[in-house]
C-alpha cells in the first residue's frame, strides 16, 4: 500500500516563501513520476509540476519562475519550494505518485496567501 503525507501548508503574505513537502512510504518502484497539483475553492483541480525519477521537471505557466519542484529518491520526499507567492495561489496542495499506471495522491495540505 502506497502512502503519502504532505506537511508544510499554511499562512503566508503575498511575496512570501513556502514549501511544502510530500513523503511517500510503502511498495514504490521506479520508475516514477511525482507531481503537486493544487485545487482552489470553486475550481477544478490543476496541474502545478512534475518531476521524473531522474529529475526532469515541468511546470504550469502560471507559477514558472517562482515555484520549483524537486525529489530525493532516498527519502521517498518530493517537496514544492514557493516564491514570490500571489493571492491566487491559494489552495489546497495535493501530492501525487504516478508509477505504473497507476495514480496515488495524497490528502493535501492548505496554502493561503494574503494580500
Known amino acids: 500500500q502506497v502512502v503519502l503525507v504532505e506537511s508544510g501548508g499554511g499562512l503566508v503574505q503575498a511575496g512570501g516563501s513556502l514549501r511544502v513537502s510530500c513523503a511517500a512510504s510503502g511498495i514504490i518502484f521506479n520508475p516514477n513520476t511525482m507531481a503537486w497539483y493544487r485545487q482552489a475553492p470553486g475550481k477544478q483541480r490543476e496541474l502545478v509540476a512534475t518531476?521524473?525519477?531522474?529529475?526532469?521537471?515541468n511546470y504550469a505557466d502560471s507559477v514558472k519562475g517562482r515555484f520549483t519542484i524537486t525529489r530525493d529518491n532516498g527519502m521517498r520526499t518530493v517537496y514544492l519550494q514557493m516564491n514570490n507567492l500571489k493571492p491566487d495561489d491559494t489552495a489546497v496542495y495535493y501530492c501525487?505518485?504516478?508509477?505504473?499506471?497507476?495514480?496515488?495522491w495524497g490528502q493535501g495540505t492548505q496554502v493561503t496567501v494574503s494580500s
Open positions: 501525487n505518485l504516478n508509477m505504473r499506471g497507476r495514480e496515488y
Open positions: 518531476i521524473t525519477f531522474i529529475g526532469g521537471t
